[in-house]
């Protein structure tokens, strides 16, 4: 089911209002009413949508920003002329086999 806008709603809404003018139409007389409950209906079954609370981030995101991070220290102390710690090469290479 494709969800109204607010602009579609409103409309819809104003239409109705007017309804004397669908007076002698085609238009079944009952459709104001079925709309509404109809809207009313996905109105509360909206409301009662629960979001999980946020988990954790997917493994794979996390070894790749992980070995990014690795990297990018390694860079530093290369620049800084120190040898970076063996357990980072240890750790970066975890990541790549």
Not at 19 to 40: C, G, S, V
Not at 52 to 70: F, N, V, Y
């Amino acid at each position: 089911m494709k969800i109204l806008t607010q602009d579609q709603i409103d409309a819809v809404i104003d239409w109705m209002n007017n309804w004397e003018q669908l007076e002698n139409t085609a238009i079944p007389m009952r459709f104001k009413e079925d709309w509404t409950k109809q809207l009313n209906l996905a109105i509360v079954s909206h409301d009662k949508i629960e979001k999980p609370p946020l988990g954790l981030k997917p493994k794979w995101i996390h070894d790749q920003q992980r070995q990014g991070e690795i990297m990018a220290a390694m860079a530093k102390y290369l620049e800084a002329g120190k040898t970076p710690p063996k357990e980072w090469a240890i750790e970066f290479a975890s990541y790549c086999g």
